[in-house]
């Protein structure tokens, strides 16, 4: 929010976004998230995962909930190179480095907060799409 009086932004923080400006993120475990050494098959595991309800998005009511993930990731196909790196201007939707597979992502989610819980059948994305790669931009070309 831009407040025209001082020239300067405003920071209306709600419960749920960080000081940053991040939301709906939420720092997992360091051995959540693992992919096989080919780069073909990756998986998140997530066993009681703490987050933050917030109902509408920088809505004012806000409370906990746990959630339980298990998403697995296999390419089915070789990786191909997108992206121009350094190349092209650093503002410049081009400006990366990245090998993405076309995969097949399966798993199940589950979670629950104060009066409510859900659980998924298993999930697919075989009549939709996923994808599994790795990407260098910013600082890191």
Not at 19 to 36: H, M, R, Y
Not at 100 to 114: M, N, P, Y
Not at 124 to 133: I, M, Q, V, W, Y
């Amino acid at each position: 929010m831009f407040d025209p009086g001082s020239g300067s932004q405003v920071h209306d923080l709600h419960a749920g976004i960080l000081p940053n400006g991040l939301f709906w993120t939420a720092q997992i475990p360091d051995n959540a998230f693992q992919v096989s050494p080919d780069g073909q098959v990756a998986s998140l595991t997530l066993r009681a995962q703490p987050l933050v309800e917030t109902f509408v998005a920088g809505g004012p009511l806000a409370i906990a909930a746990q959630v339980d993930v298990d998403l697995l990731w296999q390419a089915t196909g070789a990786p191909i190179k997108r992206g121009r790196g350094a190349a092209v201007e650093p503002t410049s939707p081009a400006a990366f480095i990245g090998r993405f597979a076309e995969a097949l992502c399966t798993g199940t989610v589950s979670g629950f907060e104060t009066g409510f819980s859900f659980k998924t059948g298993e999930l697919t994305s075989a009549d939709s799409f996923a994808e599994l790669g790795t990407e260098r931009n910013g600082v890191f070309l």
